[in-house]
């Protein structure tokens, strides 16, 4: 089953553009974590925001957490290109992460 | 670091057929998941193990699949007797406690 519910489904914008992707869940966590997937590859490791953090950078990567709506949100800020891929959040309960179904990301040059 | 490594990348096989998946996870790592991700079904976590031992084995479809983690450098996953509906792409991960989680390249499977 799915904790995490990534909004929207997919996602167009023009390289340069700031992407927002959402995400909500419905039980207490200990982190929730971004990832990324470039078609036919495995995940890739964002970035992991702990419970009692509210915002976190990397790079043009901002992730925001509210616990008191158990959402979340990625902006990936001046995007580019490459990328282009799906972004899964996961959020860890107990050692373990249960993936949402995902935001396809399309950047268009 | 090599990172994850699984092997088979690709497996074909007929409906019946024992297939065993191998993973590798990062030297130091104390957890290690076993996926499975479909189209219709998303990534769903089949069984972890956490220092070798397996703690949580409940998305384990059905008996026909299992799991073994002999050592911290190697696990498998067997599917006796493999079905069609077992056709998707199997990953595993490693993760240090707390941090986050380390994914291989995943093994594509196709039941025919």
């Known amino acids: 089953s799915q904790q995490g519910e990534e909004d929207p489904q997919a996602l167009s914008i023009q390289e340069g553009e700031n992407a927002t992707m959402n995400c909500s869940y419905k039980t207490s966590i200990n982190n929730l974590q971004w990832y990324r997937q470039n078609s036919g590859r495995g995940l890739v490791h964002l970035i992991l925001?702990?419970?009692?953090?509210r915002e976190k950078h990397s790079g043009r990567l901002r992730v925001t957490l509210d616990t008191s709506k158990k959402s979340s949100s990625l902006l990936i800020t001046a995007s580019r290109a490459a990328d282009t891929a799906s972004y899964f959040c996961a959020t860890d309960a107990s050692n373990k992460l249960v993936f949402g179904a995902g935001t396809i990301l399309r950047v268009k040059s | 670091d090599a990172g994850v490594i699984q092997s088979p990348r690709h497996e074909v096989t007929e409906m019946g057929q024992e297939v065993t998946l191998r993973c590798k996870p990062i030297s130091g790592h104390d957890y290690l998941f076993w996926y499975r991700q479909t189209m219709m079904r998303g990534l769903e976590l089949l069984i972890y193990f956490n220092n070798n031992v397996p703690i949580d084995d409940s998305g384990m479809p059905e008996d026909r699949f299992s799991a073994k983690m002999p050592n911290a450098s190697f696990s498998t996953l067997k599917i006796q007797p493999s079905e069609p509906r077992d056709s998707a792409v199997y990953f595993c991960?490693?993760?240090?406690?707390?941090?986050?989680?380390?994914f291989g390249s995943g093994t594509r499977l196709t039941v025919v």
């Open positions: 991960a490693s993760m240090f406690s707390g941090y986050g989680y380390t």
């Open positions: 925001i702990r419970s009692n953090e």
